[in-house]
C-alpha cells in the first residue's frame, strides 16, 4: 500500500535561519507532489506542485522553494525564514488521473521566531 | 475557472443531531468531488469521493454526501453527531484534465455535549 512520510512534525526556528522539509512516498511511482501551507484560522494554499523529477510549479511567489530531486522525494525549504512563514505545513501526493483523491502527509508545524 | 465554495465557516451541533455541512463548486466540466476530515494538528483524511459513479457516496465514520449536478452541490451528512466528529472538514474538487486540486476554505465543526 502507498504511504507518505512528511518530517519534522514540528520545527522552531528562528528568522533568517534556512529551512528544509522532507516528504517522501511509497508503495507508488511517478506520483504528482504537493507542498500546501495553512496559516492559522485559515484554509489551504498550495504553494507548490510536481508532476515528475525535477518538475516545479510555483502558485504563490515567496522566499520558499521546492526540488524534486527523486521520483518519489519533494523537498520544501527557504534560504532565509520570515516571520510570516509559519503555519503548518503540508505535503500530499495523487496518482493520475486525479480522480483518485489526494493523499496527505501529517504535517510540519513550523514556528519561526 | 472552477471553484469551491463551503458555505459557513464554522457549523455547531448537538450531539446525536443531524450533522450538515455544505459544498458548492462551480465548473463547466464533470467533477470528482471529495471531504476530507482534518483533527488539530493533523494531515488531511479523506471522508469520501464521488468519481461519477453512484450520486450517493457512503464514507467512514458514518458520513456520506449526495452529488447534486442540477444544484452542483455536494453535500456532506451524517444522522447523528459523535464528540468524535469535532474537527475541520474541507471539500475539494478535481477534473480529470487538471493536476491541481481546488479546496474550499474548510468549515469547523463544533458538537457540543
Known amino acids: 500500500s502507498q504511504t507518505i512520510h512528511q518530517w519534522p512534525a514540528t520545527l522552531v526556528q528562528p528568522v533568517g535561519s534556512p529551512l528544509s522539509l522532507e516528504c517522501t512516498v511509497e508503495?507508488?511511482?511517478?506520483?504528482?507532489l504537493y507542498w500546501y501551507r495553512q496559516a492559522a484560522g485559515r484554509g489551504l494554499q498550495l504553494l507548490f506542485y510536481?508532476?515528475?523529477?525535477?518538475?516545479i510549479s510555483s502558485e504563490v511567489p515567496q522566499n520558499l522553494s521546492a526540488s524534486r530531486p527523486q521520483d518519489r522525494q519533494f523537498i520544501l525549504s527557504s534560504k532565509k525564514l520570515l516571520l510570516s512563514d509559519s503555519g503548518f505545513y503540508l505535503c500530499?501526493?495523487?496518482?493520475?488521473?486525479?480522480?483518485?483523491?489526494?493523499?496527505f502527509g501529517s504535517g510540519t508545524r513550523l514556528t519561526v521566531v | 475557472a472552477q471553484s469551491v465554495t463551503q458555505l459557513g465557516s464554522h457549523v455547531s451541533v448537538s450531539e446525536g443531531a443531524l450533522v450538515l455541512l455544505r459544498c458548492n463548486y462551480s465548473?463547466?466540466?464533470?467533477?470528482?468531488l471529495f471531504w476530507y476530515v482534518q483533527y488539530p494538528n493533523q494531515g488531511l483524511q479523506l471522508l469520501l469521493k464521488?468519481?461519477?459513479?453512484?450520486?450517493l457516496v457512503k464514507g467512514i465514520n458514518g458520513f456520506e454526501a449526495e452529488f447534486k449536478k442540477s444544484e452542483t452541490s455536494f453535500h456532506l451528512t451524517k444522522p447523528s453527531a459523535h464528540m468524535s466528529d469535532a474537527a475541520e472538514y474541507f471539500c475539494?474538487?478535481?477534473?480529470?484534465?487538471?493536476?491541481?486540486?481546488?479546496f474550499g476554505r474548510g468549515t469547523s465543526l463544533i458538537v457540543h455535549p
Open positions: 500530499a501526493w495523487s496518482g493520475t488521473p486525479n480522480n483518485y483523491g489526494y493523499t
Open positions: 464521488y468519481t461519477s459513479a453512484a450520486t
Open positions: 465548473s463547466s466540466v464533470p467533477p470528482y
Open positions: 475539494a474538487y478535481a477534473s480529470g484534465g487538471s493536476y491541481i486540486p481546488t
Open positions: 508503495g507508488t511511482s511517478n506520483p504528482n
Open positions: 510536481s508532476v515528475g523529477i525535477g518538475q
